[in-house]
């Protein structure tokens, strides 16, 4: 059974992402004072008196929404409502009950799922201020007095929510899911590709860059296993980014980096890399973190029967610090070999985590030093002593030698690339670490 589900909605602009990333325990959810901020939903987990679940934050619900993006964004927010377990409806102090918070009232009596009102921005503590009793006539219950801002009422919202969930059962708890971040700068396809695997309108597609904003979790499970997809904002370069909300989207792409295990790098096949998808994929290299790069929108390019490999070569060409990511050529339009991409997602996950004995590597380096003399400088000459795996996401080895400096990198190079050609690590880097007798751990 899945984990319980808490959405959080209501009106624009009345709290709802800082409820959110108090809840969660950490920024994961952009906050301005400008209506609209939030578009996609996003997800975090959760928990409370030992009970574990996720919540959702949504965009601004806007019932008479006619703009393009309100109406993705009331959209998006239905969904949420249709999977939650318990729906908390965030309302302000401030503006007293207004129109918009009727209508959402109504919309979600309507839905009949467990609904928990807070009235937000209640910042004293205290006797509540008067206007407070007016959310009695939303019809939703007993109003809870809340501060998203320092916190207060969180511990009794949270209560209610608890007393709402469905019974725990045993088994509950997730396994262990992969996160998938896909990355690449503004319309390569990253929302639509993440649109047809879930096959549903998950994440809002418009032909303008920068309508994805966050980096929105969403959790998937299929015959290949569990998942967690991250889409991230497109990244663009720093040039072109003046916007502040932006600035923030971009951060956010780059923690999504940090959070993955497995980095999908996308890329229009009809540009080829670029110096933007150069960078972007250094992001991920930098982070150690398994890739894959994803050739989207190949139904577009004119082909022979050695256009792929061809385009394969100039990947790695342009692309030559990341020879070890395989490379799937997709269409998220049609479909086309989309199914592959979770195969190479299980796959180079394994990679990364591949452990590899002590016993076996030094055999591996004996049979390297055998092959090719490690250098030597004005008569002196390395020394390696043995050679160990200290750590997995990425690979990590440490190699003990008599000195750092006659270490060339050329050779380190080496000794990567033998320890490759007999284990494999596709689709991972890895990292060497050089110690000299004498150093400290």
């Not at 319309?187 to 303008?208: M, P, T, W, Y």
């Not at 497109?234 to 993955?260: H, N, P, T, Y």
């Not at 591996?364 to 002593?385: E, H, N, S, W």
């Amino acid at each position: 059974m899945a984990r319980p589900l808490v959405a959080i909605v209501g009106r624009p602009n009345v709290g709802k992402s800082l409820l959110f990333n108090r809840l969660a325990g950490r920024r994961l959810s952009i906050v301005e004072d400008t209506p609209g901020v939030t578009r996609d939903r996003l997800y975090a987990d959760c928990e409370w008196n030992g009970r574990k679940f996720d919540i959702v934050d949504t965009g601004g619900i806007e019932p008479t929404a006619d703009s393009e993006i309100l109406l993705f964004m009331r959209e998006q927010a239905q969904i949420a409502i249709d999977a939650a377990d318990v729906i908390v409806l965030v309302t302000e102090i401030g503006t007293g009950v207004t129109a918009a918070d009727r209508e959402v009232a109504n919309m979600l009596l309507r839905s009949k799922k467990p609904v928990v009102l807070c009235v937000n921005k209640m910042d004293s503590t205290g006797l509540p201020d008067p206007g407070f009793y007016e959310f009695y006539s939303l019809g939703l219950g007993d109003p809870i007095q809340l501060s998203a801002m320092h916190g207060h009422g969180t511990g009794d919202l949270l209560d209610r929510c608890v007393e709402l969930f469905p019974p725990a059962e045993e088994g509950e708890e997730d396994d262990e899911r992969i996160h998938v971040a896909v990355i690449g700068k503004p319309n390569v396809g990253k929302s639509s590709l993440i649109n047809l695997i879930l096959g549903e309108k998950r994440v809002i597609v418009a032909d303008q860059a920068g309508t994805t904003r966050d980096a929105v979790d969403t959790p998937f499970e299929n015959e290949f296993g569990k998942y967690v997809f991250i889409d991230t904002a497109g990244i663009r370069r720093r040039s072109k980014v003046d916007d502040r909300i932006e600035k923030f989207s971009v951060m956010r792409a780059q923690l999504a980096i940090e959070r993955a295990d497995v980095c999908l790098i996308m890329i229009d096949s009809r540009d080829g890399v670029t110096e933007q998808d150069t960078k972007i994929a250094g992001l991920a290299h930098e982070a150690g973190k398994a890739s894959i790069i994803v050739a989207n929108k190949w139904d577009l390019v004119e082909k022979d029967g050695k256009t792929m490999d061809k385009m394969r070569r100039e990947i790695y060409r342009d692309l030559a610090f990341m020879t070890y990511a395989p490379v799937l050529f997709i269409s998220a339009l049609t479909g086309q070999r989309t199914q592959r991409i979770f195969e190479l997602v299980n796959f180079v996950n394994g990679q990364s985590s591949m452990r590899i004995t002590t016993g076996m590597l030094n055999d591996v380096l004996a049979d390297a030093q055998a092959r090719q003399q490690p250098p030597t400088d004005k008569g002196r000459r390395l020394k390696i002593y043995y050679m160990t795996q200290t750590g997995i996401k990425p690979p990590c080895f440490v190699i003990f030698c008599n000195s750092r400096e006659l270490f060339h990198f050329s050779y380190q190079r080496y000794i990567e690339n033998q320890i490759r050609s007999v284990f494999g690590l596709e689709g991972t880097p890895v990292r060497i670490v050089i110690r000299q007798k004498g150093d400290r751990e």
